[in-house]
């Protein structure tokens, strides 16, 4: 089994090198779209002065990505791949530098702020959907884990490294420079990867849109545990929109609710790290489901009411064990058929930030009747029961896989 953990490596994976191309722009797509929004919420809170407006803005920032996963992402099968990235970077960044005219009227605006996000979905689509032909299945699973650990990374840096530019700059600036990340990102991409047909011709006869993914997914056993497991996120990402009043509760400023929103990235980072780079992939499978289940449950010493030191040692625990999220990610698209990846993806995103969205919001509701802590306490507990149903079904389905589809778990 020792042999087995260290198949691959991530020097291997990095020594790829159209896999640099790819995290190249990873860096380049997540960096600029954290810096967009800490420069357009600045920007529209200057011009109208008006918190809601600025919290719509910031909203337009994250919902348009349950639109165009669902519908778009089939544009990552219907077209080369490489040329879905190059067009949607090089569109993201004319439109960009349309936002960053000064005095653009706020409708056209949000208009163009949800376009932006919305030409991302199918984008993310095409740069997962390419993984597994870009490494072997040995490094796939680790260029996966690359990926999610570059992602919260770049978050973790570039909300802190975004804030001094803009006041440094200027948010149109700042928009200026997000422009030149998105245009910089297109010119690796066409660079850098090779050119592959498209996965799917237009008259395929396969299933497209919303319809044909949530038929596809719905319809296999594994995918459909596959991604239950995965929208189990939207019981332990609560804290996340709870945290400053929770920090309130125990007395905290704002110095300390920026503590505890990096707690669960920092422990997510450790616990990829570590997962991938120590559990054999063979155990990282039988592991999916028991992690998937308790993910939630340090949130459920919330009801003991913690002082803060213990808060951020649980919400990090939370972090470190929901690194079985790459595992259900690499699985999923291991699983999906190759010319329905992007399908597939887009429509898993969307279904993905819909239930974190959702989770927050009612863990917001709940919150307003029991408190804060008892809140976050029963979405703990929650989420490691509704944890039991994907779980048992992704330990079946994946007795399926072994017994009649082995092809549908190597490359």
Known sequence: MAGETRSGTYAQVFRVAEFR???????LSRGGGELARVALALLTFQRTG?????????????LPAIVGGSFLGVLADRYPRRTVLTVC????????????????????????????????????????????????????????????????????????????????????NALLVTAVAFAGMGVIVRLGLQHRPAAQSEGAGRGSGFRGGWQLIMGSPPLRNLIAAAMLAGFYVTPEALAAPYAASLGMGSAQVG?????????????????TR?????????????????????????ALHPGFVVSMI???????????QVTA???????????????????????????????????????????????????GAAGCLVGLLPAIGWHRARQGLTSREPSALAD
Do not use: H
Request: proline share 7%; net charge neutral; with cysteine.
């Open 89 to 172: 970077a090089w569109l993201r960044a004319i439109l960009v530098l349309f936002v960053a005219i000064p005095g653009i009227p706020l409708p056209v605006l949000c208009a163009l702020v949800f376009v932006i996000q919305a030409i991302d979905a199918p984008a993310k689509a095409a740069q997962m959907a390419l993984l597994p032909d870009i490494l072997n299945s040995s490094l796939y699973p680790l260029g996966v884990a690359a990926v999610a650990l570059t992602n919260q990374i770049v978050s973790l840096v570039a909300f802190p490294v975004g804030g001094v530019l803009v006041a440094m700059a200027g948010p149109n």
């Open 278 to 302: 120590w559990v054999p992939s063979e155990a990282r499978l039988r592991w999916l489901g028991p992690l998937a289940v308790v993910s939630s449950l340090p949130l459920v010493f919330s």
């Open 21 to 27: 191309a790819l995290w190249c722009s990873v860096v």
């Open 314 to 324: 649980l919400w990090v625990l939370v972090g470190m064990l929901s690194a079985y």
């Open 329 to 379: 990610n690499t699985e999923f698209v291991r699983i999906v058929p190759k010319d329905r990846r992007g399908q597939a993806l887009g429509l898993a995103s969307a279904l993905l930030i819909s239930s974190q969205g959702l989770g927050m919001l009612l863990g917001g509701l709940l919150a307003d009747r029991v408190g804060v802590a008892e809140a976050i306490a029963v979405f």
């Open 259 to 275: 503590l505890l929103l990096a707690a669960m990235p920092v422990g997510n980072v450790l616990g990829v790290f570590l997962y």
């Open 50 to 62: 008006s918190p809601a407006v600025t919290a719509l803005v910031y909203a337009l920032t994250s």
